[in-house]
């Protein structure tokens, strides 16, 4: 499972330097209908997969599995998957069931697949409304980080990957956490400080995956304000009005802070931290106190969720996390309150 | 990639014993139409695929996720395979993939199941018309294997599977070899005698898969009279009149003995005593010598050639294998002409 992490701003370089190391017989990219034009030469074959979540299917994943056999690809193929996380997802599943194997790394293009979904092993689609349900650990050999590629992100964007690098900062070191607050994820880019930053923050994740490849225990720990961030994701899809991923999983970490704190004795001043800038950066929830139960229902069948009770990651402090929490509905519901209270709501 | 094979003719009690032993919160059985009746009880569900390499298919697979799905199956569920290789590939595909792996456990059904795509880890469908081409390396925890299930299977599906008993044997050990000559695949099964000759040749494939589970080397020993039973089988489906795949690999077992022989020197006594057994219990290969060209044409694209050149796995004596032997075709027609005569054709 070990994996190596590239943090560069030079990333062609960063590739000729890995082809160099890894012996092959071909080098196969696979990229979307966005990332397409990001690749730096015609020199090695391009297969290029519909861009979007609605296209992280089957069909595309066959479509990848007949090129690669029109191309005559074998077990001595590089692939290199350039995108964001429905690339990354897509193309490493293809090509860890292609002919048993292919070994393939990772150019993850937005912050959220950076620190999320390019790191860590994770591969997969989504298959009859099935969201990442079925898929394969299978690591990236290599995955190339660089913030050059979020400069033409819209903000919206950087935000929803933002949530994560934050969620890792609350799993990890509370310094961390107080110089992230201090973005303004409006603002453009500024390299030289998000790119350290993000090697801290991947670190985070390497490490306690390092600890738990499979997702047996401590792993679970990444799913830090997820139990509620799905909810309220979920529910912003049955009204039609979706927001992305990562607006739900900042909202998430307000809520499960809050619930920290009433449980673990979590720093209320980190608490209040933590949802000013969630306030300032991503707006309010949107929700009011007729929506609990659905929240709550949902929360119940969560894959954390043991006989539906509701489960959550909860910190005592910054990097002091506890997995699998049991916690109440009438909890949720009190720190729901004090969570809006907090976002102005 | 550890696997925990038992070999035993009380299976039920296998099963029960493993369920105790292995924590789950659901079992799931997959059979196919022609296992289904093999079902001890109806405590568990069923999971039923049509039988036949021709449902080896992508469509078949995503029904056993719809129908894990349908049941709440969780990564704490315990799949058993129950049926020859096509369940226990696709089955144990299925399961590998669903929320990136479940636990399953393979009963193979058939004795070429057992000796051969039961153990050691590979599972795959056919895609495209590509065989195998997709799948993972994913172990069935435990396997069980017993002869009790070979008393119905007709005698060309038991030598179809015992080419590949008589291929794990000239791969370790001489004495073992003429034990297993000395069968006449006609007659009924002795179970006293097959079950522990059984756990010989599996300990066979086990040692080498352990030492090389991905195959990058040493697990192509597994390949011996694969080269030329590939061209074999291709051929006789060209032909519109295909054999099982063990028939194929039984002469190609002779041919790449008698390559053997030429090459490093491996016992004439042997080649002629496995040529005699072969001719006996599988028949004339069918082939004159105008067929020579398309049988070296499809072995040099065999998966283990390199530039066309043909590659097979060659012997020294019974247990001293060489991987990657680079052959050339004039030494084929040579040995093609050799084992013909020796057959009789």
Redesign the interface.
């Known amino acids: 499972m070990a994996q190596n992490v590239i943090f560069t701003n030079q990333v062609a370089t960063a590739i000729q330097e890995l082809l160099a190391a890894r012996p092959h017989n071909m080098v196969v990219w696979i990229a979307d209908t966005n990332t397409r034009r990001l690749m730096p030469t015609a020199e090695h074959p391009v297969i290029t997969i519909d861009a979007g979540e609605e296209h992280k299917t ?1 069909d595309a994943v ?1 479509q990848v ?2 090129q690669l ?1 029109a191309l005559h690809a ?2 001595h193929t590089l692939v290199i998957n350039v995108g964001g996380g429905m690339v990354t997802d897509l193309g490493g599943f293809a090509a ?6 292919l070994r393939f790394i990772n150019v993850p293009t937005t912050l959220l697949g950076a620190v999320d979904a390019a790191v860590g092993g ?1 591969t ?1 689609f989504n ?2 409304g ?1 969201k990442n ?5 299978a690591p990236a050999t290599d995955v190339i980080i660089s913030t050059r590629f979020f400069d033409t992100l819209p903000p919206r964007e950087l935000k929803s990957g933002f949530a994560e690098v934050v969620k890792h900062a609350l799993l990890s070191d509370h310094e961390q956490l107080m110089q992230l607050l201090e973005h303004d994820l409006d603002a453009p880019i500024d390299h030289d400080t998000l790119l350290p930053q993000l090697q801290a923050s991947v670190g985070v994740k390497q490490a306690i995956v390092a600890r738990d490849p ?2 047996q225990g401590e792993r679970q720990a990444l799913n830090l304000g997820h139990t509620v961030g799905h909810a309220l994701e979920s529910l912003t899809m049955q009204r039609g009005r979706p927001v992305p991923h990562g607006y739900a999983v900042a909202w998430g970490l307000v809520v499960e802070t809050v619930l920290s704190h009433l449980r673990l004795g979590f720093p209320s001043t980190d608490v209040h931290r933590v949802a000013q800038f969630v306030r300032e950066q991503y707006g309010a929830m949107g929700i009011t106190c007729d929506d609990y139960d659905v929240l709550i229902d949902t929360m119940r069948r969560d ?1 954390k969720s043991v006989n539906g009770e509701i489960a959550c990651v909860l910190l005592a402090s910054c990097g002091d996390y506890r997995i699998a929490q049991q916690v109440s509905p009438d909890e949720v519901r009190t720190a729901l309150d004090i969570a809006r209270d907090m976002m102005g709501e």
Chains 1, 2 share one sequence.
């Open positions: 089957l066959c599995w007949d056999n074998t077990r860890s069931t292609y002919k048993r194997g994770k997969g298959c009859h099935l349900e079925i898929g394969t650990f499979l997702e894959k």
